[in-house]
């Protein structure tokens, strides 16, 4: 067992357990959102033929030369091509066919104009300048072509990539099945969010910020109950979220106090607890654990200190779960806007805003941060590392961050 590691060790440590949900078939309608399981390659070309990208005329570009406003180049056009139709005519010397948006081309000619810079009759089309072979062509497999990546396992079905699939006719696709994620909360002084007060008694706020925090990235968060400050309570409920679960999370109990009973009933299912502790804060109380497979993560009954654990670790556990090929967080460095003026003597991650209208990458830090006060993590997209010994930071100070998205 692990403990009082730093932040990046205990990341890749709890990385290196997970391995990517099982795939399933779904039609292509109910995969936004969703992630590939496999490499997509091209079955065609898109679009399959050459085409018109507007309404005009399709002919030879060699009939054009020496056309111009004063001496125009007079075409016969022997038929008119719409768009979903197939041509009937091979153009020949002296010939065009009047053509549609995303009509085909034409055999023999090899140039389009657009209906604006001709003058034309219903049985001919005047040039009035000269056009170079390909001119305003759209070729064939222009967007794509047959054989080639459109998208890796791991990509993200997004509008586009929607659109690109259906073009190659496909209606299914195998995706990542949405990670099941099972929530515990532990604390005998715990109440839901509807149920009344009782003295000593607090909201259960770590609940719900973490459905929302796994539903946000995908996941289908389960919520296995609630329970006291029990050995053999905690440990029903972590069986219960190991039969049935990808991954579970619990939040209360795991510091070193008399009631921080999380880890016991981790050992009482017969998980194997990986890591105690990281050398950071907020976030630093936690237990982690696995069995069979399954990773549990033991995060502090303090919200801030849970929901930054999260972020800085659990974040890329499950993203790697749900089948991402990029699961670690993105990296960037962040200048300060405003000083932050506690000392720091063990690592802190401080969460804010990013701003990067002046050109720069500047966070805004925000400026009340601590274990239990989670509303300064609301509207959030950044954490930034202030290394250990550090003193307070003028504004202007810059820092290692990662984006929480």
């Keep these: 067992m692990e403990s009082n590691l730093d932040l990046d060790s205990a990341r890749e440590l709890m990385i290196s357990l997970v ?11 109910g995969c936004l959102g969703r992630l590939l399981a496999g490499d997509v390659r091209a079955l065609t070309n898109v679009p399959p033929f050459d085409r018109s990208p507007y309404d005009g005329y399709a002919f030879r570009s060699a009939d054009s030369v020496g056309a111009g406003p004063d001496s125009p180049v007079t075409l016969r056009i022997i038929e008119e091509i719409p768009a979903g139709a197939v041509p009937r005519h091979k153009i020949g010397p002296g010939t065009a066919a009047k053509i ?17 810079l001709t003058v034309f009759t219903a049985e001919t089309v005047s040039l009035l300048a000269p056009a170079a072979p390909g001119l ?14 459109i998208a890796r396992r791991g ?13 190659q006719g496909l209606a299914c696709l195998s995706v990542f099945k949405k990670p099941v994620v099972g929530l515990i909360s532990t604390g005998s002084e715990l109440v839901e969010a509807d149920e009344a007060l009782f003295p000593g008694a607090i909201r259960n706020s770590n609940r719900y910020a973490l459905e929302a925090a796994c539903a946000a990235l995908g996941a289908v968060p389960r ?9 053999a309570e905690i440990a029903g409920l972590l069986e219960k979220g190991l039969a049935g679960c990808d991954l579970i999370f619990t939040s209360g109990g795991v510091s070193v106090g008399d009631y921080d009973l999380t880890p016991a009933a981790m050992e009482e299912v017969g998980a194997r607890i990986l890591l105690r502790g990281l050398r950071l804060k907020p976030g630093g109380a936690c237990a982690y654990a696995e069995k069979e497979g399954r990773l549990i993560f033991g995060l502090s009954g303090n919200p801030a200190s849970a929901m930054t654990n999260f972020y800085a670790v659990a974040w890329s556990c499950l993203r790697k779960l ?15 806007t405003d000083a ?19 050109g720069q990458v500047l966070m805004r830090a925000a400026m009340v941060q601590g274990n239990a006060i ?18 307070p930071l003028p504004a202007g100070a810059v820092l290692d961050a990662f984006l929480l998205s």
């Design 223 to 231: 919520y296995l109950g609630r329970a006291r400050d029990d050995v």
């Design 19 to 29: 391995r990517p949900t099982a795939s399933e078939e779904l039609p292509l309608s």
């Design 374 to 391: 989670l509303r300064t993590l609301i509207g959030c997209d950044v954490m930034a590392l202030i290394p250990a010994g550090s003193p």
């Design 340 to 358: 932050f003026h506690k000392k720091s003597p063990n690592p802190r991650l401080i969460c804010g805003h990013l701003d990067l209208e002046s």
């Design 322 to 336: 749900a089948g991402h090929r990029r699961f670690r967080p993105r990296r960037t460095r962040v200048t300060l």
């Design 155 to 167: 990509d993200l079905v997004d509008p586009a990539l929607a659109g690109s699939l259906a073009a």
């Design 100 to 116: 549609l948006t995303g009509a085909p081309i034409p055999e023999g000619a090899d140039a389009v104009v657009m209906y604006e």
């Design 136 to 149: 305003d062509i759209v070729p064939a497999g222009e967007d794509v072509q047959a054989g080639s990546l």
